[in-house]
């Protein structure tokens, strides 16, 4: 596709549950990261993937969260055991000879 | 330690006035450089960035911006600011390849008529 795709677009979940985040990228890009946007915050840094080198998960805020990238395209964020301050907008953004191509997003919400 | 400050968190302008939001980083190479811009239940919109070259950068929707190399700064500028422009304003800085793109936390933009 032309853009960054991401699913789903709104998740709602119970709190301890796991929930899962889809990314599927640009093809032909191999740099992709994770953000996530807090209600009224600025964009945080989770996880970066960079062609097959180890990922830098230095944003990711606990072992709850994990991402992988099979194939070096679709890329996926789990979080297990759900908090309410889990409650974010979940971004996709990957890099392209352009600069940084952003996912809609997915808005989880955790009840 | 890599980091983008946007010192105002909320500037209020007239319509029609002129707007210059402030954007310093910190940054162990010249890095890349973004304004994004996001309305309110809106994604991410790329306004301008600048990798190299003249350091005046055009954007969309009459945006520019000017990186200053000896003042670690990219502030965004508009000569004559509408009520569309409301909106929340991103600065980031980025390498590339050779590392993660860093937002700062926004400056939140009001226009009164």
């Known amino acids: 596709g032309a853009g960054v795709s991401q699913s789903p677009s709104n998740k709602v979940t119970e709190k301890g549950k796991d929930v899962e985040l889809r990314c599927d990228p640009i093809?032909?890009?191999?740099?992709l990261y994770w953000y996530r946007q807090s209600l009224g915050q600025g964009l945080e840094f989770l996880i970066y993937?960079?062609?097959?080198?180890?990922?830098?998960k230095s944003g990711l805020p606990s072992d709850r969260f994990s991402a992988e990238r099979t194939g070096g395209s679709v890329s996926t964020l789990t979080i297990q055991r759900t908090q309410q301050e889990d409650s974010a907008v979940y971004l996709c953004v990957q890099e392209t000879n352009y600069g940084y191509t952003f996912g809609s997003g997915t808005r989880l919400t955790v009840v | 330690a890599q980091s983008v400050t946007q010192p105002d968190i909320h500037i209020t302008v007239s319509e029609g006035a002129s707007l210059e939001l402030r954007c310093n980083y910190s940054?162990?190479?010249?890095?890349?450089l973004f304004w994004y811009v996001q309305s309110p239940g809106q994604g991410l919109q790329l306004l301008l960035k600048?990798?190299?070259?003249?350091?005046l950068v055009q954007g969309i929707k009459g945006f520019e911006a000017e990186f200053k190399r000896s003042q670690s700064s990219f502030n965004l500028r508009k000569p004559s600011v509408h009520w569309s422009d409301a909106a929340e304003y991103f600065c980031?800085?980025?390498?590339?390849?050779?590392?993660?793109?860093?937002f700062g936390k926004g400056t939140k933009l009001s226009v009164k008529p």
């Open positions: 940054y162990g190479a010249t890095p890349y």
């Open positions: 980031a800085v980025g390498r590339g390849s050779q590392g993660n793109l860093i």
């Open positions: 600048y990798f190299s070259g003249d350091t």
């Open positions: 093809s032909g890009h191999t740099a």
């Open positions: 993937f960079q062609g097959n080198s180890a990922p830098d």
